[in-house]
């Protein structure tokens, strides 16, 4: 079973997210900040992370950083989601290896979408 790691401080997006997921036979984890992301990733199998761009202390773009130091995480498919437009999160991104980008607020099938083709489901 795949498991999907979503790194969000906001719990009602969180609960939309697994809450959209459901139709995936997956597991899903949760991070509310970007250290607890770090954590979660050295110590699990993960498949797919999603992750906003705005998070408590590291934010969305130094925890996918970080993450890709992990050999295990190296090539780990990233779907980046923010309230601002895609093309400055774009900039700011640069030399970030991302999969795909989700504008908040999100449609729930272009997300289940998005995670069914990075898991090759």
Not at 83 to 88: A, M, N, W
Not at 90 to 118: C, N, Y
């Amino acid at each position: 079973m795949k498991t999907i790691l979503i790194v969000d401080d906001h719990a009602h997006i969180v609960k939309l997210i697994e809450f959209s997921l459901e139709e995936i036979d997956c597991r899903v984890e949760t991070a509310h900040t970007g250290e607890e992301a770090l954590s979660k990733a050295a110590k699990m199998q993960i498949d797919l992370i999603i992750t906003d761009v705005k998070l408590p202390g590291v934010d969305g773009f130094e925890t996918v950083r970080r993450i890709r130091q992990n050999e295990n995480c190296a090539r780990l498919p990233v779907i980046i989601m923010t309230g601002q437009g895609q093309s400055e999160v774009q900039k700011q991104a640069s030399g970030i290896d991302f999969a795909e980008f989700l504008t908040k607020p999100f449609s729930p099938t272009d997300l289940v979408h998005k995670a069914r083709s990075l898991l090759a489901l």
